[in-house]
């Protein structure tokens, strides 16, 4: 029986029904004093605590991270999301699910086909994630799938504080996303340099999966600057290191306690974790975060190209003496790596100097060169290397601000209502109210479901949209609704942002 691979986003959902097979479901998971910095490397002991000799084997043993962990944890933080997954016509591409290919669940259920069937009503979902803190002031890094199209975003720190927290911007080319709090005197991490690993090298993951807070894990690095599907901007770091859902966000450390990596995705057949994670190079984090907070976007450029690795016979095929370079296999027109004749069957073997080893370093090289800027491009064209010089061109992105909620569309409440047509009036007796047709934000979060009649806010009858718009508007960050549903009539307490 074959089974389908997939990479999986390390978010946790928490949801109604989330029980398929019998198995859970699961979807898309001021620097410190110098003192604090100091190396944690203890001394690798062997089991018999002779020493090696000199022309012996290496022997490795475990690495105490304890320190680090106690240093650096109080600035790993817990992140809960709270939005709605959106039903949908069946026309989903086949996946089985209705899902909106938009809605920030999508990714999850899709790899779950057909055998899990979501409820007709818009349910609350609830999800976890990681992050750290960056500055003391409260900037805080996570993946953008953690947070992109989250209603309301919370995030825990280590001492059970919780605080509200607000996205200032999320890249979704790199899965990366920036978020604030507002705080002060903040825990924070190192940021390292993760040019500077090596495969073989121990690291430690804390993050919370399954929900479990401040969880520390090791493991070693099993390779550096791999290429994965759909995420052509960004050399991962691989590791074995434990990632489960609800790590997305949390950092990747080094032996010195330096932030390497923000843990991503992993590579499973299950939804769990088997052995292969995969971390975005802080230094490519950090670039995006610059640009978000300083201009709300991140600006790329581009040479308009689809590249791709060689092996060992493409390789003789165009006269390389290795399988080294980028691989033009198509070009765009009108694009400017068209308009420098850049060509099919090119492969280009540097970029502005900088050598290209693999097809993944040619994106990330060019996406980090400003727009505008003319580079020097040099490629092997019928076993001849020539140098064509390139315009680099800007790419152009989907926008990576937060869509207004339906919260902010529905008014303060999250609301969509109507009046009651005379014949829902005389199957409710007679009485006014409002029909709800749709329930976001502080609405959604409190239970309030399509098909509930609003009677009353704090008291005071509703009979018009206008009227509960009005008595939201002036109502405090705490209201009730008197609701009808069914046959029972109920008051919801509503926290307003």
Do not use: C
Request: proline share 6%.
């Amino acid at each position: 029986m074959s089974r389908r691979i997939v990479f999986v986003r390390n978010t946790l959902a928490v949801m109604i029904a989330a029980v398929v097979g019998g198995s859970y479901v699961y979807f898309r998971g001021a620097d410190l004093p110098s003192a604090q910095a100091a190396a944690i490397n203890t001394p690798l002991v062997a089991s018999n605590s002779a020493p090696a000799a000199p022309a012996g084997p290496v022997v490795a043993a475990a690495t105490d991270f304890s320190g680090i962990v106690e240093r650096a944890g109080p600035a790993v933080v817990n992140i809960s999301v709270t939005g709605k997954v959106r039903k949908v016509a069946d026309d989903d591409g086949g996946n089985g699910n209705g899902l909106d290919p938009n809605d920030p669940f999508y990714e999850f259920f899709k790899h779950f086909g057909p055998q899990l069937q979501m409820p007709q009503q818009p349910r609350v979902m609830h999800g976890l994630g990681s992050g750290f803190i960056i500055s003391q002031d409260g900037l805080i890094l996570t993946n953008a799938h953690v947070v992109d199209g989250a209603q309301e975003v919370v995030v825990k720190l280590t001492d059970r504080r919780e605080f509200k927290a607000k996205v200032l911007g999320i890249d979704k080319q790199s899965d990366i996303a920036v978020i604030r709090i507002d705080a002060k005197n903040l825990p924070t991490v190192q940021i390292g340099d993760p040019t500077r690993v090596k495969v073989g090298e121990p690291v430690l993951a804390i993050g919370s999966p399954y929900g479990f807070d401040n969880t520390a894990t090791a493991g070693i690095i099993s390779a550096k600057s791999r290429s994965l599907p759909d995420d052509n901007y960004v050399p991962f770091i691989q590791t074995d290191v434990a990632v489960n859902p609800g790590n997305s966000g949390g950092p990747l450390f080094n032996l010195r306690g330096e932030v390497i990596g923000i843990n991503s995705q992993i590579y499973s057949q299950t939804g769990g974790f088997q052995g292969l994670s995969f971390s975005i190079p802080i230094d490519v984090a950090m670039k995006v975060e610059q640009q978000l907070v300083q201009h709300g976007k991140v600006t790329r450029g581009r040479l308009g190209v689809s590249v791709q690795d060689l092996n060992q016979a493409l390789s003789d095929s165009f006269g390389l003496k290795k399988a080294q370079g980028a691989l033009v296999s198509s070009v765009e027109k009108g694009s400017p790596a068209d308009k420098a004749g850049v060509q099919p069957g090119d492969v280009i073997l540097s970029f502005n100097g900088h050598e290209i080893d693999h097809s993944v370093d040619l994106p990330t090289l060019v996406a980090d060169t400003a727009p505008g800027s003319n580079k020097p491009l040099e490629v092997m064209r019928a076993g001849k290397v020539r140098t064509l010089n390139v315009t680099v061109g800007e790419m152009k992105q989907a926008s990576n601000e937060a869509p207004a909620s339906k919260a902010e569309k529905q008014g303060r409440l999250g609301l969509a209502v109507r009046p009651l047509e005379k014949d829902e009036q005389k199957q409710l007796g007679g009485q006014n109210g409002l029909l709800v047709e749709d329930a976001s934000g502080p609405a959604a979060v409190a239970g309030i479901q399509s098909g509930d009649v609003i009677l009353a806010l704090n008291g005071t009858p509703v009979t018009s949209v206008a009227q509960l718009r009005k008595l939201a508007t002036e109502a405090g960050k705490n209201v009730a609704l008197l609701v009808e549903r069914g046959d029972e009539k109920i008051f919801v307490p509503l926290a307003l942002n």
